[in-house]
């Protein structure tokens, strides 16, 4: 479950966590569609921009697409149209939190946001 500590979020947010390469490389490519509550965490070992770029190859959707860093800031945030998107974060992240494009306002650059378990 995912919570923004600096600004409460509209509903519940449940992600898949993911850091092995071939979860990432594929992350929701191919899936039909995403619950508004849905999404999936990518997790890198380390902070930096290369591992922390998404592409939107076998997307039927768009996301909103939310970086924070190794300190679980947000330090960015981009709408990602289906096929059509590549993007890198202006900073460099360690976690890319993708989820339904509605949810991007819920996210404010320097936001604090933590995981919890179920």
């Not at 330090?75 to 991007?104: G, M, N």
Request: aromatic residues 10%; positive net charge; proline residues 2%.
């Amino acid at each position: 479950m995912v919570l923004n500590v600096s600004q409460a979020l509209n509903s519940e947010m449940v992600l898949e966590y993911c850091e092995a390469y071939w979860c990432k490389l594929r992350g929701l490519a191919w899936r039909r569609k995403l619950v508004k509550s849905g999404g999936i965490v990518l997790a890198s070992k380390s902070v930096n921009k290369r591992d922390s770029a998404i592409h939107m190859m076998g997307m039927f959707f768009d996301l909103s697409i939310i970086w924070l860093d190794g300190n679980m800031q947000v330090v960015d945030k981009a709408l990602a149209l289906k096929w059509r998107s590549f993007l890198v974060p202006k900073t460099a992240a360690r976690y890319v939190i993708e989820c339904a494009p509605s949810r991007i306002h819920e996210f404010g650059i320097g936001d604090h946001i933590a995981f919890e378990k179920r």
